[in-house]
């Protein structure tokens, strides 16, 4: 897993039109939630993960996932926290992310890889977006991963879901 540090590294059509989309809405800051119009942004729909934020202590709470995000994940992490889905390796970045995108109010991009139950290792991009709402503290974030094009039987067989999460 690697941030981008420079939004010209960024492949992805679903993650610079989602990075568009916040840099529109931003207004000098970090757009509202009241800013996402889910018909802003339908191409995006099925890989876009809302999640709430829990201030003290940080947590990430899953509050709508689309289907194809779903797919990627092969089970319904809708109301989970992240921390409860991670793998038990301690060097797992995804609450890093969070974590950065929440101190600098900025969107945080990169790339991630998987490994398949078959060895084989899938790469695809992220975008991960503050929200505001109706207050100047960050409340939630919207992410759009972007699969590419693996199918649905490769999506089956992605290894880190099998793995223990920490309890």
């Known amino acids: ?24 809405k931003s207004g000098g800051d970090i757009p509202d939630r009241d800013d996402l119009d889910p018909a802003d942004l339908k191409p995006l729909l099925p890989n876009i993960l809302i999640s709430d934020v ?9 509050r709508l996932v689309g289907t194809r995000a ?9 109301g989970r926290y992240l ?4 793998p038990t390796d301690p060097d797992e970045p995804w609450m890093d992310d969070y ?18 139950t078959s060895g084989e290792i899938f790469t695809y991009e992220y975008g991960l977006f503050p929200l505001r709402k109706g207050g100047g503290t960050i409340e939630q974030f919207i992410a759009v991963e972007d699969y590419g094009d693996l ?5 089956d067989l992605v290894e880190w879901r099998e793995r223990p999460t920490k309890k």
């Open 54 to 62: 829990e201030h003290d202590p940080f947590r990430i709470r899953y």
């Open 151 to 155: 199918s649905s039987t490769l999506l």
């Open 99 to 116: 974590r950065l995108a929440y101190r600098t109010r900025r969107p945080v991009l990169g790339v991630s890889s998987v490994t398949t």
């Open 1 to 24: 897993m690697a941030v981008y540090s420079n939004p010209d590294d960024v492949r992805s059509d679903m993650v610079r039109s989602m990075l568009q989309w916040w840099l529109v």
């Open 83 to 86: 921390d409860e889905l991670l």
């Open 70 to 78: 779903r797919e990627a994940t092969g089970f319904n992490i809708v």
